[in-house]
T-cell receptor, first 115, second 114 residues
Framework: AQSVTQPDIHITVSEGASLELRCNYS??????LFWYVQSPGQGLQLLLK??????LVQGIKGFEAEFKRSQSSFNLRKPSVHWSDAAEYFC?????????????FGGGTRVLVKP | KAGVTQTPRYLIKTRGQQVTLSCSPI?????VSWYQQTPGQGLQFLFE???????NKGNFPGRFSGRQFSNSRSEMNVSTLELGDSALYLC?????????????FGEGSRLTVL
């Protein structure tokens, strides 16, 4: 069975500083990989996704993520954080070849941004 | 184009009652998935419907059920409510037939069971 681990429950970062959120997955092959963001009282919004090809993927809001097969990781980064980036971030995996849109989510990392 | 709409946004029920939640997907989307979000268990997959057929199912008891109508709108039902069913129930739609994971989420229905 696939699983996703986000080791950091909370991260506090100063506005303008860089941000890196960790994600490790367990899956027999290369899964589809995603990062979603959830602002308070809102649903989830897709930030970026990895299906195949270039292991560095760009997303919305200035985020990027790097897939590292050898480490089973898909870490999310942003060079300079804005106050509006305060939210909860979820890494997710989907099974290749499976019919349907079933995702397995990590526990989430809550990001606090200090002024 | 309008996003995913979930109703009601908030509701309070008592143990033993049942509840029905509704989800209207983005126009043209035929896949609708449901997730339960709680502080303790995080985001857990309930089920997915595509063209009125349940395509995937998570590990939830039979008290949790769903259906999809010909216009792609979906409902989920929870019978004999328990305190542990208190959660944010998120609906997501997708326009992709295969599993791409590009889901568009609604704002959720927050259920409180007393």
């Amino acid at each position: 069975a696939q699983s996703v681990t986000q080791p950091d429950i909370h991260i506090t970062v100063s506005e303008g500083a860089s941000l890196e959120l960790r994600c490790n997955y367990s899956y027999g092959a290369t899964p589809y990989l995603f990062w979603y963001v959830q602002s308070p009282g809102q649903g989830l919004q897709l930030l970026l996704k990895y299906f195949s090809g270039d292991t560095l993927v760009q997303g919305i809001k200035g985020f990027e993520a790097e897939f590292k097969r050898s480490q089973s990781s898909f870490n999310l980064r942003k060079p300079s954080v804005h106050w509006s980036d305060a939210a909860e971030y979820f890494c997710a995996v989907g099974a290749r070849g499976a019919a349907g849109n079933k995702l397995t989510f990590g526990g989430g990392t809550r990001v606090l941004v200090k002024p | 184009k309008a996003g995913v709409t979930q109703t009601p946004r908030y509701l309070i029920k008592t143990r033993g009652q049942q509840v029905t939640l509704s989800c209207s997907p983005i126009s043209g989307h035929r896949s609708v998935s449901w997730y339960q979000q709680t502080p303790g268990q995080g985001l857990q997959f309930l089920f997915e419907y595509f063209s009125e057929t349940q395509r995937n199912k998570g590990n939830f008891p039979g008290r949790f059920s769903g259906r999809q109508f010909s216009n792609s709108r979906s409902e989920m039902n929870v019978s004999t409510l328990e305190l542990g069913d208190s959660a944010l129930y998120l609906c997501a739609s997708s326009g992709q037939r295969a599993n791409t994971g590009e889901l568009f989420f609604g704002e959720g229905s927050r259920l409180t069971v007393l």
